[in-house]
């Protein structure tokens, strides 16, 4: 009799600490057992492949809505199709207030779109862009109950963007209702200041986008994000890090036992701010904010993986088409760099980018790898041990991958809506083969067998990890948190 509905039968598991021969039997969607020899009613051969755990995206827009009633590009099928074709199962979107509206209509519209579409299970982040006492005292604590544990604001963009008394209002309210905080770190005014001069001074085309923000506008958001939650005493997890000055920032707040993590993304890793600079329009293919810097930055980062100060790597997955005109044409082929949409599409790539820099050219090992795109995701934002995982427990999402595959990028492969990747024509090693989600195979070769409609939505709960320190100026608690 066969105890498991299926086995992963003779490749290598890699968890978040170790590599290891076993068999993987599957009962019910979830992973029954790691061993030798195991028998299943079905099984899968996974000879010579690593077995990795479903990659958890925990940034990455899909789908979203813009104010005139019109949405990205991408949305939640063809989002998840391209995560399924590059090893993603897990994905963390958003839904978005806009500014003058509350929140509750708002994400029950993305729930709504979220369940005919998703293909990968999901939770959301809400964006806060309008702190008012309804929003905070009325919507925001049954939000975060209903399982969104998580708050994005942005310190730049208009009009997301929240000065410093807004800022503070959104960490006290993720503090009383027991939620964490993602901050897009950059000085809004610094950047519009410098972006008006360079306009002025003739120079529009995409590569000054880079030059509208250099990594000082990013380092002192980071820190001023930093100084106004330890304030607050309130978990932080700084988004998209792009250079080492920033990073820097974060490696000090946790030596001094903040709550404070770091993500970075494969543009930072693998761009850099001479992509922009191809001629005509191209260059606006790899505008993304912050900007990717430069290859000696990359170095840097790569450093801060390796002490841990940047310990998830994310997509930011926010594709504008090049050839339609609602993308990064939108308005106008020769738009000064201030009025092209800013996002790179990336969902689809993240695991391999990050695989063939990291694992196949020596910087980090296998389960590092593995912690940067699905353990530590998973941990930071309350979905941990059900996703990210391999081990008795966790839903079975499995990815077999080929270490060895050379392959090179290029759109089609990648099976999103967007019309290019910044990626085209790179070379990589490492490529995924087939991904089971929650037992069922949901990708092979490259084709994407899973249904629009069958992601599930993960409710998170309160976990440890985003407790408050306890640590407060004066021992003065302005916003309480929520009771043990
Ligand atoms: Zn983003």
């Known amino acids: 009799m066969s ?159 929240l000065d410093d008394g807004q800022f503070l209002r959104v960490l006290a309210a993720a503090r009383r209702a027991g939620a964490l905080v993602a901050v897009h770190c950059e000085n809004r005014d610094a950047i519009a200041w410098r972006t008006e001069a360079l306009l002025a001074a003739g120079l529009a085309a995409p590569r000054y986008h880079a030059w509208s923000r250099p990594p000082v506008v990013e380092r002192e958001a980071t820190h001023r994000a930093i100084a106004l939650a330890e304030l607050v005493d309130q978990p932080i997890q700084v988004f998209h890090v792009s250079c080492g000055e920033a990073a820097e920032e974060i490696a000090r707040a946790r030596a001094r036992g903040l709550k404070v993590w770091g993500e970075t993304c494969p543009q930072y890793l693998v761009l850099t701010a001479a992509d922009m600079d191809r001629p005509g329009f191209e260059g606006a293919k790899f505008i993304c904010s912050p900007s990717p810097r430069t290859a000696e930055e990359q170095e840097r980062l790569w450093g801060m993986i390796r002490r841990g100060t940047l310990d998830v790597v994310s997509s930011d997955h926010s594709g504008y088409s090049y050839g339609g005109d609602r993308g990064k044409r939108v308005n106008g082929e020769g738009a000064p760099f201030r009025d092209i949409p800013n996002g790179v599409p990336g969902v689809g790539s993240r695991l391999p980018l990050v695989f063939s820099e990291g694992v196949a050219k020596g910087r980090i090992d296998l389960p590092h790898f593995v912690r940067l795109v699905a353990e530590n995701p998973a941990k930071l934002f309350g979905l941990w041990p059900r996703k990210g995982a391999v081990a008795p427990g966790a839903d079975a999402d499995l990815v077999l991958w080929d270490p060895s595959r050379r392959v090179t990028v290029t759109n089609a492969l990648l099976r999103h809506a967007i019309d290019h990747t910044p990626y085209e024509g790179m070379e990589v090693t490492g490529w995924p083969v087939a991904v089971l989600r929650r037992g069922e195979l949901a990708m092979r070769d490259g084709e994407v067998l899973a249904e629009p409609g069958s992601g599930e939505f993960l409710p998170r709960g309160p976990y440890d990890l985003i407790r408050p320190t306890g640590r407060l100026a004066d021992g003065f608690d302005a916003a309480p948190p929520p009771p043990d």
Do not use: N, W
């Open 3 to 161: 105890e498991y509905d299926l086995v992963v039968r003779g490749g290598t598991v890699v968890t978040g600490t170790a590599a290891f021969r076993a068999d993987v039997g599957v009962r019910g969607g979830r992973i029954a057992a790691l061993g030798e020899g195991l028998e299943g009613r079905r099984s899968l051969d996974a000879g010579g492949l690593l077995v990795l755990p479903g990659g958890v995206d925990t940034h990455c827009h899909l789908e979203q809505l813009q104010p005139g009633g019109t949405c990205d590009e991408e949305g939640f099928a063809t989002g998840s199709a391209s995560a399924l074709a590059g090893g993603t199962t897990t994905a963390v979107t958003f839904s978005a207030q806009f500014k003058g509206h509350r929140i509750r209509e708002t994400l029950a519209e993305y729930r709504r779109r979220a369940a005919r579409g998703a293909m990968v299970d999901y939770s959301f982040h809400q964006i806060v862009t309008d702190p008012t006492d309804a929003v905070v005292r009325e919507e925001l604590p049954g939000i975060v109950a209903s399982g969104i544990r998580s708050l994005k604001v942005f310190l730049t963009y208009d009009p997301l963007h």
